[in-house]
């Protein structure tokens, strides 16, 4: 029986939601950081190994429904594990917490007029 297990998987949801739904509050806060610090390259390696991680069990289910509740069911030492090898493969990656194309706005009180706080500079 086919599932398409990997079509049903809620990609959008955890990209918008940044895993907070996913992962216990405990490890989500390793996420979140690199998200705030301007990582959010960071989330498609978690996503990578939450898929990865959680391969045998999704490939077995018969139902989408049964699919989609393995990633409500992660557990927290499977939570620090899926984190953990997606931040070590996004830093082995070159990930880095503010792309080498971008930099930050003047300080403020400076005469310079306001910018915003990180843009794409083409002269970098």
């Not at 991680?53 to 927290?76: A, H, Y």
Request: with cysteine; net charge positive.
């Amino acid at each position: 029986m086919k599932v398409g297990a990997y079509h049903n998987i809620p990609y959008s949801k955890w990209f918008s939601n940044c895993f907070a739904d996913v992962l216990p509050e405990t490890t989500f806060v390793r996420v979140w950081d690199k998200v705030m610090s301007g990582s959010t390259m960071v989330l498609v390696y978690i996503a990578v190994f939450t898929i990865i991680i959680n391969r045998r069990p999704i490939l077995v289910m018969k139902t989408t429904s049964k699919i989609l509740e393995i990633f409500t069911q992660i557990k927290t030492d499977t939570a620090d594990e899926i984190v953990r090898r997606g931040i070590e493969l996004w830093q082995r990656n070159g990930g880095k917490l503010t792309p080498s194309n971008m930099r930050a706005s003047p300080a403020v009180g400076t005469d310079r007029s306001p910018t915003p706080t990180l843009f794409y500079s083409s002269n970098a």
